[in-house]
């Protein structure tokens, strides 16, 4: 029940909300620093926000 909505949040609107989030204050911090590092570390959360619920299924799912 609870992994059901934080995997419908996570892939719905609220995780591509978010990711958009983390993009765009990554690069204002980017900017205001003159350096390219916090847009990358916001990619990378991004992206992990994205692909975690794949690869937690992929864990714990049970093939024949």
Same mark, same amino acid.
């Given at each position: 029940? @609870?992994? /059901?909505? &934080?995997? $419908?949040?996570?892939?719905?609107?609220?995780?591509?909300?978010l990711?958009?989030?983390?993009?765009? *204050?990554?690069?204002?911090?980017?900017? @205001?620093? /003159?350096? &390219?590092? $916090?847009?990358?570390?916001?990619?990378?959360?991004?992206?992990?926000?994205?692909?975690?619920?794949? *690869?937690?299924?992929?864990?714990?799912?049970?093939?024949?």
């Open positions: 029940m @609870i992994y /059901g909505r &934080l995997l $419908g949040w996570t892939q719905g609107t609220l995780g591509k909300g990711a958009l989030a983390f993009l765009l *204050i990554g690069l204002a911090v980017g900017l @205001i620093r /003159g350096s &390219l590092v $916090g847009a990358v570390v916001s990619i990378g959360a991004g992206l992990a926000l994205m692909c975690t619920p794949a *690869i937690i299924n992929s864990i714990f799912t049970v093939t024949a």
